[in-house]
């Protein structure tokens, strides 16, 4: 029998009392010397290989056991330099990563979290390794799926359980995955084999004391030429391991040093090599050739297969997930749609600036091994992310894509973000030209029109909206362009410009943004969007609003027009096409204009066969892809209120030598109804873009794509792999409608808008279709078609078909004033 013998409740509380009142006593009698905390680490002095570490590179990674190692094992060098960059096209090397599967899990509930916790209750350690041995053994997603709640519940974080999955969860499986399977391909592609090289080698580092103050982990060790080599699939080097490496270069005088990376070594990275064999030299008598550097480019490829059920899936671009405003709300794992690297770089981009760099910090952390992609979480320039590839436009298998960035010049300290808002911005435009007629694709900021900005289904999409931000931002930039102190050729307008009374006459024009030729190559069953710029055209436009008050020239010749024509597009164009092309103000604008060219293959294609996108065409329902935060208060009247402000208030004043302040404003349009196209040879294809094909599959595989060594990103997504289960967001391949006729391409340019552009009396208008003159050239295509399905047919030929021209009466009310 065993017998509990319970102390009494009040003499358990005094022998805490007396106990607490006696550790106090010793506290203060003896200072209690053996709890004080330990002294911190001196920082390392010398270093000794540890006995022992290390095996065989071969062995290691899977590979047969080489009796010898080869005579051209190993790494090349640069002569002329410590940094050797191999020109080879870039490699892929695999590494698994199951967990990812599980992306579609969400927040556990009450139920899920008692369940969670069930295995062994009140050691957190002990119910993680119970429910992986179940997960082990059984084989099931469930079980899988209650082991990873489990690890949650034990993290000491406090993170919110998506932050934790991402951050944590996915960030250490990369960890442990990805570096071992760059080490695999090296040690393969460069014959580190043999009994020379061992890998997993540590190097003991001892403070003067003489006491062990940490270690220094190399991944690969050539015991003959005594080499420490470090392998980093992002290339970026950490500051405490080159500490070490100097504690172990000093330590360890005829050792060298070698840095492998998968990715081009930033001019700060390579810095990095260079200090340490100055130094190292340094330390050797002037010993030349002590550190290298070794740069060959490589993609990796994360091993994932979804799993129906838990594996999440993005809709963007996907045809048969469009289903109404609330299209990206995830309830469970979202089983319709696209995977990929560029959904996966996209969301877990921060969607402010702060929180950007608070990911960044915590990444930067957390990977001590380099498996980072290439300038981590905030690499990713998303403001200049482009759809730059559509294609598996296959009936029932919906559409793979691929988007093409910058990177961040310093993403460290100014990380990338808002990836998941310019995804959803592409998406939602190539939906948007698909769904509407183009006869509705106009915007229109006149003052002799306040009632036709444009039209009421377009201004209640994103697209609508950038066209007519664009649209007044280029008004802005027309007034700008026209300074003579900050640009020459605002100056040389104004003194060759018509004049009355002695003061010249204001360029009282229309601009309007137009596509110029766009470079494709339509092959491997998709087109690739090569190059996509855009032409600023202006025009004399006569205007009847006058700002109560205003002196202008009203008098003016058709030839003293047709001058101030010339001058502007001579002058002021330039200008204003140069910012449009590459000016962040326009990135959205350049971001829909590429999903527009996209949506006009699609196009072209569904007319030759119906794709998923089929009833999505010309339906005029485009209530799936409304404007979304932070611009849901945006409105076109808004903006109109804006643009005639700007009328009365002015933009742009300054001096001109014959004259005295002048305020002036501008006006623009922005006109996509012209699209041509040139698909270019394949030869020029493969020669002006190599390898750009295999990086375009690649980007659908990897998050960190090599597209040679240029600082260019690409990243792709799309339908779950056969097999899985899941619907990749196309149709039911059994289903075939009769498809709704849709005129198809001539394989030749249509220079006039595929639908005519409004007049700028009329906008909107486009009823009288001219007939299609033959194209001259015979090689381009256009995007649109020769009856009305154009793209933005209609951003009428002005679309913003009037401004107001130079108001003297407010330079004449200031000088009153004055």
Not at 40 to 47: D, G, N, Q, R
Not at 378 to 402: A, N, Q
Not at 527 to 532: A, G, H, N
């Amino acid at each position: 029998m065993n017998l509990h013998i319970r102390i009494p409740s009040k003499w358990r509380f005094a022998a805490r009392f007396t106990a607490a009142v006696g550790l106090t006593a010793a506290i203060v009698t003896t200072g209690l010397q053996a709890v004080e905390a330990a002294p911190p680490k001196l920082p390392p002095v010398s270093a000794k290989m540890k006995a022992g570490s290390g095996k065989r590179c071969d062995t290691r990674n899977g590979l047969p056991t080489a009796p010898t190692t080869p005579p051209d094992s190993g790494f090349p060098d640069n002569p002329t330099g410590n940094l050797y960059k191999d020109t080879a096209l870039p490699r892929n090397f695999d590494f698994d990563l199951p967990g990812q599967a599980y992306d579609g899990l969400q927040t556990p509930t009450a139920a899920q979290k008692t369940e969670a916790l069930s295995k062994v209750p009140g050691d957190l350690d002990k119910n993680v390794e119970a429910w992986k041995k179940i997960a082990n053994a059984s084989g099931k997603p469930a079980d899988r799926a209650m082991e990873i709640y489990a690890r949650y519940f034990a993290n000491k974080e406090n993170l919110g359980f998506k932050h934790w999955f991402d951050k944590r969860y996915i960030r250490n499986q990369i960890n442990n995955h990805k570096g071992s399977g760059f080490e695999r391909q090296l040690v393969k592609d460069y014959k580190l084999i043999g009994p020379d090289w061992l890998c997993e080698v540590t190097v003991e580092l001892f403070d003067k004391n003489g006491d062990k103050v940490g270690e220094r982990r190399y991944d690969a060790y050539n015991q003959k030429n005594k080499e420490f080599n470090e392998f980093k699939s992002n290339s970026k080097l950490t500051a405490q391991q080159l500490a070490n490496d100097r504690v172990v270069a000093k330590s360890l005088p005829d050792h060298k040093f070698r840095f492998t990376g998968a990715k081009p070594f930033t001019k700060g990275q390579a810095k990095l090599i260079d200090d340490l064999e100055r130094d190292v030299r340094n330390m050797r008598n002037g010993k030349t050739g002590q550190v290298r550097g070794n740069q060959r480019m490589y993609n990796p490829v994360p091993k994932t297969t979804p799993i129906k059920g838990y594996s999440d899936h993005q809709r963007w671009f996907a045809p048969a997930c469009q289903t109404g405003t609330t299209q990206l709300s995830a309830v469970g794992a979202n089983t319709c749609g696209t995977r990929g690297p560029a959904n996966d770089r996209a969301l877990s981009s921060g969607k402010t600036l702060e929180e950007a760099k608070r990911y960044q910090r915590d990444a930067n952390r957390l990977d001590p091994r380099g498996t980072l992609p290439r300038g981590g979480p905030g690499g990713v320039d998303f403001t200049t992310m482009e759809l730059r590839y559509v294609g598996g436009l296959e009936k029932g298998k919906g559409m793979s894509y691929s988007m093409r960035a910058d990177q961040m010049p310093d993403p460290d300290n100014n990380p990338g973000f808002g990836g998941e808002a310019r995804m959803q911005l592409s998406s939602d435009a190539l939906f948007t030209w698909l769904a509407l007629t183009p006869e509705k694709f106009w915007v229109n900021l006149n003052p002799d029109q306040p009632d036709k900005v444009m039209d009421a289904k377009f201004g209640k999409t994103d697209a609508g909206r950038v066209l007519l931000d664009a649209d007044l931002v280029m008004k802005h930039d027309f007034s700008e362009a026209l300074n003579p102190d900050k640009h020459p050729g605002g100056r040389l307008y104004w003194d060759t410009a018509p004049r009355r009374n002695g003061i010249p006459c204001f360029p009282g024009t229309r601009f309007w943004i137009e596509p110029d030729e766009a470079k494709v190559r339509e092959q491997d069953g998709g087109i690739y969007i090569l190059e996509s710029p855009m032409d600023v055209s202006a025009q004399w436009l006569d205007v009847d609003y006058t700002v109560p008050g205003s002196t202008e020239c009203t008098d003016l010749s058709d030839a003293e027009k047709k001058a101030i024509e010339r001058s502007v597009n001579a002058n002021i164009v330039p200008v204003i096409q140069e910012r449009v092309n590459k000016d962040p103000k326009y990135a959205e604008l350049r971001a829909v204009y590429n999903a527009r060219v996209a949506a006009e293959y699609i196009r072209q294609q569904d007319a030759k066969s119906p794709t998923d996108f089929h009833d999505i065409i010309n339906s005029n329902d485009v209530s799936a892809w409304p404007i979304r935060a932070p611009h849901e208060d945006w409105t076109r009247e808004k903006v109109w209120d804006t643009y005639m402000q700007s009328i009365k208030e002015g933009i742009e004043w300054f001096e001109l030598e014959y004259g005295g302040k002048l305020y002036k404003q501008g006006v623009g349009g922005v006109d996509f109804s012209k699209q041509p196209k040139q698909n270019i040879p394949k030869a020029q294809f493969d020669t002006e873009n190599r390898d750009l094909d295999n990086t375009t599959v690649n980007s659908g595989k990897s998050d960190d794509a090599s597209y040679r060594d240029l600082d260019t990103l690409y990243l792709g997504a799309g339908p779950a792999t056969d097999g899985s289960g899941e619907d990749p967001g196309g149709e039911d391949p059994g289903d075939d409608p009769t498809p709704t006729p849709t005129p198809s391409g001539t394989g030749k340019p249509t220079n006039p808008p595929t639908t005519p552009a409004p007049d700028p009396t009329n906008p909107g208008g486009g009823d009288n279709t001219p007939p299609t003159p033959e194209d001259p050239d015979g090689d381009l295509a256009d995007t649109g078609s020769n009856t009305p399905v154009g793209l933005i047919a209609g951003v009428a030929a002005a679309l913003a078909t009037a401004g107001v021209t130079l108001t003297w009466w407010m330079r004449r009310r200031r000088t009153a004033q004055e």
